[in-house]
């Protein structure tokens, strides 16, 4: 079981727009620690996607943003495309266990 | 070109130990922070442990403790991570990730393509 809670799935239409949430606690994302979100496509290195809540590294499409809010953070994808079909994981730090933690991870499924 | 190149994959019996290697290129391998993390069939992703390939000091996930072993060589720019009494749990795909600061609110912003660990009798 993830630190981090993520949505198992999420789904929209091309064009769409879906927001993939991330429930933490006190000792992590409630604690002040940035969260940070990866994409990741089965068989290739995962793949940086929101650094510092929000921040996008260069490359990164601004359909993509990130936002964090007490114990919680959450990533949304507006306008979806066929390509951004993958896994995402959040990632924070957690002081009661003194290491780096993720999400269980979401799958986004382009209809 | 700024990569991670890791080990392929390895088959082993339960209570073996396993290697992986994970080689870097394209910047200086002492500047930046050197993660592993862990990816079990159909479940999220899970921090090992960490490594400064400057002095060599190392972090490990309470979970690994014990178990768990992370080295490194700059002669070839390359970091090692060795898992011990292994059993079938630690089946897995075993990812390096660079991070350039070890302070609890920095990020892996670029990651190795895994190498699949297969514990089976």
């Known amino acids: 079981q993830s630190v981090l809670t993520q949505p198992p799935s999420v789904s929209g239409a091309p064009g769409q727009r879906v927001t993939i949430s991330c429930t933490g606690s006190?000792?992590?994302?409630?604690?002040?620690?940035?969260v940070h979100w990866y994409q990741h496509l089965p068989g290739t290195a995962p793949k940086l996607l929101i650094y510092?809540?929000?921040n996008r590294p260069s490359g990164v499409p601004d359909r993509f943003s990130g936002s964090k809010s007490g114990t919680s953070a959450s990533l949304a994808i507006t306008g979806l495309q066929a390509e951004d079909e993958a896994d995402y994981y959040c990632?924070?730090?957690?002081?009661?266990?003194?290491?780096?933690?993720f999400g269980g991870g979401t799958k986004l499924t382009v209809l | 070109q700024v990569q991670l190149v890791q080990s392929g994959a390895e088959v082993k019996k339960p209570g073996a130990s396993v290697k992986v290697s994970c080689k870097a290129s394209?910047?200086?391998?002492?500047?930046?922070?050197m993660h592993w993390v862990r990816q079990a069939p159909g479940q999220g992703l899970e921090w090992m442990g960490i490594?400064?390939?400057?002095?060599?000091?190392?972090s490990y996930a309470q979970k690994f403790q014990g178990r768990v072993t992370m080295t490194r060589d700059t002669s070839t720019s390359t970091v090692y991570m060795e898992l011990s009494s292994l059993r079938s749990e630690d089946t897995a795909v075993y990812y390096c990730?660079?991070?350039?600061?070890?302070?609890?609110?920095?990020?892996?912003?670029?990651w190795g393509r895994g190498t699949l660990v297969t514990v089976s009798s």
């Open positions: 490594i400064n390939p400057s002095g060599g000091s190392t």
């Open positions: 510092g809540n929000s």
């Open positions: 394209g910047y200086t391998f002492t500047s930046y922070y």
């Open positions: 990632q924070s730090y957690d002081s009661s266990l003194s290491g780096w933690v």
């Open positions: 006190s000792s992590n994302i409630g604690a002040g620690y940035d």
């Open positions: 990730a660079r991070a350039y600061d070890s302070s609890p609110s920095w990020y892996f912003d670029l």
